[in-house]
């Protein structure tokens, strides 16, 4: 896929050409100063330090340990300052605003409801907030020149029992931007076959669902997601290439599911970061996404959380070029493969594509 690149593939352009995001956590992309600053607006001190940069430093590192559970405890902090509708409008409209500054021109964005329930919030007013948010900050974006246009997917927790519940609201609030469902939290010991009703409700309704599945735990989480519960798209799934042989000779051998996964244009929501960072994946240099690209699975690339890993969607594609070297005509390909897999309308996704994506590489590559 080489092409002439009168644009160098550096992160500064990369930062200026158009993404798409469809695997991002709004509890871990709060920006560290605003943290403290909600913290210190409800009495909240468990927070470790109360300087900015310190902060953000902190979350990366408490991440960075190798282990999915580690991981998720850091969202005691970002969960426990969001528990006011107005934090959440806050965090919502900033999220837009940074991923917007990025060069992101369509995002899902994902958060579980249950999650914000500690003062005592519906569910309902809790989904009204964000939407309120994504509204103001995309109206912000427009008025500094940036388009975005961001759908919400409502996750359920899998160690929880609430996931027809959280599906019925994500159906309650389909015509004003939740396009789809998710299930999120650890792994090992809860399969997304606990989550059957949830699914079948989904299904009834005509509505879009995702599920976590091949992250922390291996292909029985994949092939239960898709031929149990129906995903239609896989969150990470990274352990897919666990079903890939490749002979010393290059040769390359696919599983039985492997190969449906690729012949059913199944997408892969991976984030290279995160997944080094939790131990799904050894290095960025030897993240399954490269072998993934090259046998042309359906790839997207995500930042799952951005305070957390310390990430932007440029920072994830530029580290790509530096490992693989990727070019424009690659970043497209993973650009459109995403927007390919929305979970918005047909005629929308062909319009981003069309106007806006092709275009503003065109204007790279040109």
């Known amino acids: 896929m080489s092409s002439m690149n009168p644009v160098p593939v550096t992160p500064e352009a990369i930062r200026s050409a158009p993404k798409v995001l469809l695997h991002d956590h709004l509890d871990g992309g709060l920006r560290p100063a605003t943290v403290i600053e909600l913290a210190d607006a409800i009495g909240y001190r468990e927070l470790p330090t109360s300087d900015v940069d310190e902060l953000g430093r902190w979350f990366t590192e408490s991440a960075d340990s190798g282990s999915l559970v580690r991981y998720l405890e850091t969202f005691a902090h970002t969960c426990g300052v969001m528990q006011t509708t107005d934090a959440l409008v806050r965090v919502a409209a900033e999220c837009a605003e940074d991923l917007a500054a990025d060069g992101v021109v369509y995002a899902e964005v994902r958060y579980a409801p249950e999650l914000f329930c500690e003062n005592g919030l519906s569910l309902d007013t809790i989904v009204e907030a964000v939407q309120e948010g994504f509204r103001l900050g995309a109206q912000r974006a427009q008025e500094a020149g940036r388009r975005i246009r961001i759908g919400t997917l409502l996750c359920a927790m899998r160690q929880n029992a609430r996931s027809l519940e959280i599906a019925e609201l994500a159906v309650r609030h389909r015509d004003t931007g939740v396009v789809g469902f998710d299930i999120a939290g650890p792994e090992a010991g809860f399969p997304p076959t606990r989550n059957l009703d949830a699914f ?124 693989f070297g990727y070019d424009w005509a690659d970043l497209q390909w993973f650009t459109i493969n995403a927007m390919k897999s929305a979970f918005i309308g047909f005629d929308e996704r062909l319009a981003i594509i069309n106007e806006v994506i092709k275009p503003g590489y065109a204007a790279l590559t040109s």
């Open 200 to 323: 079948e409700y989904l299904r009834q309704q005509n509505h879009h669902f995702t599920i976590h599945a091949g992250e922390a735990f291996g292909l029985p989480s994949i092939w239960e997601a898709l031929q149990h519960c129906g995903a239609e798209r896989l969150g990470h799934g990274v352990r897919i290439v666990d079903d890939i042989k490749v002979d010393g000779d290059g040769t390359v051998h696919l599983g039985r599911l492997a190969s449906y996964v690729r012949d059913r244009r199944i997408p892969l929501e991976m984030c290279p970061s995160s997944n080094v960072q939790t131990g799904a994946a050894p290095s960025i240099a030897d993240h399954p996404i490269g072998l993934l690209t090259r046998l042309r699975f359906r790839v997207t690339v995500n930042t799952d959380n951005r305070l957390m890993s310390g990430c932007s969607m440029s920072s994830e594609m530029a580290a790509l070029v530096d490992q």
